[in-house]
């Protein structure tokens, strides 16, 4: 029976068993019962039903621990399923784990051949894309050095370009990109988009989130090892972010400090002083900061920095450097930071916070990339920031 579906799963799922609960036998598990051990396994995924047609870009995000490579692996065929099944149709080519399938003591030449011939790439065909091969890693001068002296970015950049190189019908890819250097990166988003345009299937596992959604058709969100979200890429993404990463809920979120003044609550608000996790170029954007100082402290300093989905610097400031004295903090209060109008274009950022000293040798409180939100733009353009600016024609002699 034929389908437009190039992936499909149905009641997927996938367990470990956890280390240090005894050999896996049946003397094991017996004493495992009179010790009152209750379990040996670990449901990394579980219950996932899915399809996903041909020539569709989906994108799986999802925290760290989420079972988001244990499904690319599935699909791949290098992890078998504890129950359901996963089929994919095709050929299908995985960058899934750094270095896997190169052997160490091999040199990049060797390996190249090693592996398409596990990826079923005839030699003869290799011999005709070799060079194509070495020219997209960009490795002419260390090809027949052994990889084990490879940086991992070296390893990353060759096994993309052998996995692009077999002319995939579905392409997996994992979150090793993020290893690679920014002129690689694009090299490799500029292959996938070309993938894109003659109809091939991808799965991208990333926590680059604007990548995600400015390239994806659709994105997964996992969570516990459960499909809990699908959708178009910006509404999903903003649920993961509400709900999994604000507020410190992420693995990427940083907080220290003496805690002599700390920050004890924050509300992102909108122009009408509403509380929100969704703004628009062009209008206000408040950030309120109740703090609580816990003594009487003089010549202190609150700063925020702004940063893309990507992890991407994009602006900063402080009360010191706007030359705005804030008062002697004692007890309980609250600063505004209001930025009007907001030029950020559309996509998602990470607000940090910070309290220091005047001389910055003290941290009083700081959290970084703590706090997201969306932005929306229906002015148009380009880019990260919104600029004014504006067209004017002139006649040959000068005039306007």
């Known amino acids: 029976m034929q389908t437009d579906n190039a992936i499909e799963a149905v009641n997927l799922g996938k367990w470990y068993r956890v280390r240090g609960m005894g050999p896996p036998t049946l003397l094991g598990r017996l004493r495992g019962v009179f010790r009152g051990r209750k379990s040996e396994r670990f449901w990394a995924l579980r219950g996932l039903t899915f399809s996903v047609p041909r020539g569709v870009t989906v994108g799986v995000i999802g925290p760290n621990g989420a079972g988001k490579?244990?499904?690319?692996?599935?699909?791949?065929?290098?992890?078998?399923?504890?129950?359901?099944?996963?089929?994919?149709?095709?050929?299908?080519?995985?960058?899934?784990?750094?270095g896997a399938g190169f052997h160490p003591d091999l040199t990049g030449r060797e390996n190249i051949y090693l592996n398409a011939s596990i990826l079923g790439i005839p030699r003869e065909d290799i011999r005709r894309r070799f060079d194509r091969i070495v020219e997209f890693a960009g490795l002419r001068d260390f090809i027949d050095m052994p990889v084990r002296h490879y940086s991992s970015g070296m390893y990353v950049r060759?096994?993309?370009?052998?996995?692009?190189?077999?002319?995939?019908?579905?392409?997996?890819?994992?979150?090793?990109?993020?290893?690679?250097?920014?002129?690689?990166?694009?090299?490799?988003?500029?292959?996938?988009?070309?993938?894109?345009?003659?109809?091939?299937?991808?799965?991208?596992?990333?926590?680059?989130?604007?990548?995600?959604?400015?390239?994806?058709?659709?994105?997964?969100?996992?969570?516990?090892?459960?499909?809990?979200?699908?959708?178009?890429?910006a509404v999903t993404i903003l649920e993961y972010l509400r709900k999994y990463v604000g507020e410190g809920g992420s693995i990427y979120t940083q907080e220290y400090g003496t805690r002599e003044v700390e920050i004890s609550e924050v509300r992102l608000l909108d122009g009408a002083g509403k509380p929100s996790a969704e703004f628009v170029t062009g209008s206000p954007m408040v950030v309120e900061i109740v703090y609580t100082a816990h003594k009487r402290l003089e010549n202190v300093v609150f700063g925020f920095s702004l940063k893309t989905g990507n992890g991407f610097g994009v602006f900063g400031t402080n009360t010191q450097i706007l030359r705005y004295s804030v008062p002697p903090l004692e007890g309980t209060g609250v600063m505004r930071l209001v930025i009007d109008p907001l030029k950020l274009m559309e996509g998602h950022y990470f607000l940090s916070l910070a309290i220091h000293s005047w001389d910055h040798r003290v941290q009083y409180h700081r959290r970084e990339d703590w706090y997201p939100f969306a932005v929306r733009n229906p002015l148009g353009g380009v880019g990260v920031f919104h600029m004014d600016c504006r067209w004017e024609h002139r006649r040959g002699d000068g005039a306007q």
């Open 158 to 233: 060759l096994g993309f370009a052998v996995a692009v190189e077999m002319d995939p019908d579905v392409l997996l890819i994992d979150e090793v990109l993020a290893v690679g250097d920014t002129v690689f990166q694009h090299k490799c988003l500029d292959r996938m988009k070309r993938f894109q345009r003659e109809g091939k299937t991808m799965l991208f596992v990333s926590h680059a989130l604007q990548t995600v959604e400015d390239f994806c058709d659709e994105v997964f969100l996992i969570h516990g090892g459960r499909l809990v979200a699908r959708g178009e890429p």
């Open 69 to 98: 490579s244990s499904l690319l692996g599935l699909v791949a065929g290098t992890i078998t399923p504890s129950e359901g099944n996963v089929t994919a149709r095709g050929r299908v080519a995985s960058l899934l784990e750094l």
